[in-house]
């Protein structure tokens, strides 16, 4: 059995490189998983945002970049949203077949919808502690993005028990 270290993605700027909350994401991810060739698997999600190249391949240049092995990187680079990562990258993991824990490193406003999510996907999920994102963002910005978690967290919820009760996820 295998941890795999979940790394939500964030905003790339227009010159490709990863924004402050992406960093900050894969450093949390880095800080548990640590660099080498063993350890727990990583696994970005996310796919173009307003600037391309895809979230996930940001992420995986970062990782690479701090001497993390090749192998212990896999990609999702297809998702738009958080269920939607949650869903694509659940497939790769069943596929796998050997999952036993997914560690979520993500902003601290976004951890625990995160989890919740692979909760309820089936999958023994923890949040990973993050930097605050507040100082970084602003009082008010911080605030509009916890207010989005307070709606997002219960439709995702319930959408993905509904689809897991169904079996098509």
Same mark, same amino acid.
């Given at each position: 059995?295998?941890d795999y270290?979940?790394?939500f993605?964030?905003?790339v700027?227009?010159?490709?490189s990863?924004?402050?909350?992406l960093?900050?994401r894969? *450093? ?7 660099a ?26 970062w990782?690479?970049q *701090? ?5 212990r990187?896999l990609?999702e680079?297809e998702a738009?949203?958080?269920? *939607? ?6 497939r790769?993991?069943?596929?796998r077949?050997d999952?036993?824990a997914?560690w979520v490193?993500?902003s601290?406003?976004?951890?625990p919808?995160c ?11 923890h $949040?990973l502690?993050a930097?605050?994102d $507040? ?7 911080w605030l ?7 709606i ?12 897991r009760?169904? $079996?098509?996820?």
């Amino acid at each position: 059995m295998a941890d795999y270290i979940v790394i939500f993605g964030a905003a790339v700027r227009a010159d490709g490189s990863p924004s402050g909350s992406l960093q900050r994401r894969c *450093q949390t991810a880095l800080r548990h998983g640590g660099a080498g060739a063993l350890g727990p698997c990583y696994l970005p999600t996310g796919g173009v945002g307003r600037h391309g190249p895809a979230e996930a391949l940001v992420m995986r240049e970062w990782l690479l970049q *701090q001497g993390v092995a090749e192998s212990r990187v896999l990609l999702e680079c297809e998702a738009r949203d958080t269920l *939607q990562s949650v869903r694509l990258c659940s497939r790769i993991l069943r596929r796998r077949g050997d999952a036993d824990a997914v560690w979520v490193a993500t902003s601290g406003y976004h951890g625990p919808r995160c989890t919740l999510l692979f909760r309820l996907a089936g999958f023994d999920s923890h $949040r990973l502690p993050a930097e605050a994102d $507040r100082p970084h963002l602003g009082s008010a910005k911080w605030l509009r993005y916890l207010l989005k978690e307070l709606i997002a967290t219960p439709w995702d919820a319930a959408w993905l028990l509904w689809h897991r009760f169904r $079996r098509t996820i």
